[in-house]
T-cell receptor, first 114, second 117 residues
Framework: DVKVTQSSRYLVKRTGEKVFLECVQD?????MFWYRQDPGLGLRLIYF???????EKGDIPEGYSVSREKKERFSLILESASTNQTSMYLC?????????????FGPGTRLTVT | KQEVTQIPAALSVPEGENLVLNCSFT??????LQWFRQDPGKGLTSLLL?????REQTSGRLNASLDKSSGRSTLYIAASQPGDSATYLCAVRNLNAGGTSYGKLTFGQGTILTVHP
C-alpha cells in the first residue's frame, strides 16, 4: 500500500515563527503536492513538485515556500507564520506521465497560529 | 480556470436508502476524475477514479459515472449505512496541452453525508 506520512498531526505556533511541515511518501512517486483545507473554501493547491528540486506554484502560493531535496520528501515552509495560515494542511503524491495518476493523501496536519 | 461544484452541500438520510451525490465541472478537458471520502479531522481516502475515456466505475456499494461532454459525475451509494457518514469530495485532473497531466487536482467543496441508524 502507498503510504504518505506527515510529520505532525497537530501543531501550534506563534505569529512570526518559521514553520516546517514535512511530508514523506514511500512509493517512489514523482509528483508531490501541498494543499490547505478551510471550511467553505475546500481544498486549494499551494505548491506542487514533479521532480527533485523542481517546484511549481499552485493557486495560493503567497506566504509559503517549498523544498524537495529528495524524491520521497516534500517540505512546506511558512517563512513567518500568520493567523490567516491557521488551517488543515494536506500532502499528497502520485506517479507522473500517463496512467491513472491516482493521488494518495497523508493524514493531514492541523496548524494553529496564535 | 476549472471550477468544480458539488450538490447538495449536505445530505441526511435514514439507513438503507440509496443516494446520489452530484459533481459538475466547467472545463471538459479533463484527464480523469476522482472521488474521495474524508472523515472528520482526517486525510482523504480515494474511493473511485474514472479515466476520461470511461463512463463508470464500481467498487462494492459505490458506483461513479462520468459524462465528460456535459461536465458531470455522480456517485451512487447503495443501501447506505451509518459508517458511510463522511464528507465526499469530487476532484478533476486537468489535461496539459500535450495530452498528459501533471496530476494537479481541482476539488469541489464536498457533500457532508449523514446516515441515521
Amino acid at each position: 500500500d502507498v503510504k504518505v506520512t506527515q510529520s505532525s498531526r497537530y501543531l501550534v505556533k506563534r505569529t512570526g515563527e518559521k514553520v516546517f511541515l514535512e511530508c514523506v511518501q514511500d512509493m517512489d512517486h514523482e509528483n508531490m503536492f501541498w494543499y490547505r483545507q478551510d471550511p467553505g473554501l475546500g481544498l486549494r493547491l499551494i505548491y506542487f513538485s514533479y521532480d527533485v528540486k523542481m517546484k511549481e506554484k499552485g493557486d495560493i502560493p503567497e506566504g509559503y515556500s517549498v523544498s524537495r531535496e529528495k524524491k520521497e520528501r516534500f517540505s512546506l515552509i511558512l517563512e513567518s507564520a500568520s493567523t490567516n495560515q491557521t488551517s488543515m494542511y494536506l500532502c499528497a503524491s502520485s506517479l507522473m506521465g500517463a496512467g491513472r495518476l491516482e493521488q494518495y493523501f497523508g493524514p493531514g496536519t492541523r496548524l494553529t497560529v496564535t | 480556470k476549472q471550477e468544480v461544484t458539488q450538490i447538495p452541500a449536505a445530505l441526511s438520510v435514514p439507513e438503507g436508502e440509496n443516494l446520489v451525490l452530484n459533481c459538475s465541472f466547467t472545463d471538459s478537458a479533463i484527464y480523469n476524475l476522482q472521488w474521495f471520502r474524508q472523515d472528520p479531522g482526517k486525510g482523504l481516502t480515494s474511493l473511485l477514479l474514472i479515466q476520461s475515456s470511461q463512463r463508470e466505475q464500481t467498487s462494492g456499494r459505490l458506483n461513479a459515472s462520468l459524462d465528460k461532454s456535459s461536465g458531470r459525475s455522480t456517485l451512487y451509494i447503495a443501501a447506505s449505512q451509518p459508517g458511510d457518514s463522511a464528507t465526499y469530495l469530487c476532484a478533476v485532473r486537468n489535461l496539459n496541452a500535450g495530452g498528459t497531466s501533471y496530476g494537479k487536482l481541482t476539488f469541489g467543496q464536498g457533500t457532508i453525508l449523514t446516515v441515521h441508524p
